[in-house]
């Protein structure tokens, strides 16, 4: 498969629901959500989820912040519609339907926006232009948080993260787009990003971020 082409199979009914069958099975993405959730103020009143899938970070976050409101946004008709289910009568949650290949719609401004395996299915020019539109989202002190998949420094790293998944090269999701995590660090801190760090990481799992001033 031609892997600069730029395609994103999450489209697709059956890739959405194949991730979500596994999603509880990837190893150590617990721990990388613990940290994300203790990095995140209990006092949080407006969060933004890019690429949400079926809603489970945002949901994750809610349970210590049943005050906070909510925007979970993704592009996959099937993933909308378990989002949608699962916050279902929930008034505080809104559920957007948005391409992150294209810029952010004006939402307003968040406290914290969280992002969990999903920007890795962007560009990297995209990846960055985003990481600015995150920024400019932020209010002063708002916190931005991705839980990510990112590239493995080394082939035989690479290989022992898919072995550690129990797939092969080619089970490989052809969408993923993977950077390392110093890349996008230096990203972040260039775009005027502070606390700009790597927060946790397990192989190609890693948790950054950092803060808006
Ligand atoms: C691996 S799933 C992760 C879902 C969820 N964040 C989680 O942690 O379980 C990747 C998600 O990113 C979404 N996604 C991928 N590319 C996207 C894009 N260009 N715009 C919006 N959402 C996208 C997919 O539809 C999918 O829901």
Same mark, same amino acid.
């Given at each position: ?26 190893? !150590? ?16 009143? +407006? ?21 906070? +409101? ?38 307003? !401004? ?24 995150? !920024? ?78």
């Amino acid at each position: 498969m031609n892997r600069t082409l730029s395609l994103n199979e999450y489209a697709t009914p059956e890739h959405a629901l194949k991730y979500l069958a596994r999603a509880d099975g990837i190893p !150590h993405r617990t721990e990388g959500e613990g940290v994300l959730l203790d990095f995140i103020p209990k006092s949080a009143r +407006r969060i933004l989820d890019l690429g949400t899938g079926d809603g489970r970070l945002l949901a994750l976050l809610r349970l210590d912040r049943p005050d906070a +409101r909510g925007i979970a946004l993704d592009m996959s008709p099937t993933m909308l519609a378990a989002a949608r289910e699962r916050f279902r009568g929930n008034e505080q949650v809104g559920v957007i339907e948005h391409n992150l290949d294209v810029p952010l719609p004006d939402l307003g !401004h968040f406290d914290v926006i969280v992002s969990s395996l999903a920007i890795h299915h962007c560009t990297d020019d995209r990846k960055r232009a985003l990481y600015s539109e995150i !920024h400019a989202a932020l209010e002063p002190g708002g916190i931005f948080c991705n839980l990510e998949h990112v590239s493995s420094a080394t082939g035989n790293l690479h290989a022992r993260f898919l072995h550690a998944l129990g797939i092969t090269e080619a089970d490989e999701d052809p969408s993923n787009k993977l950077t390392s995590v110093e890349l996008q660090m230096r990203w972040l801190r260039g775009i005027g990003f502070e606390e700009v760090d790597c927060y946790w990481k397990w192989l190609e799992l890693a948790l950054f971020g950092g803060v808006r001033r």
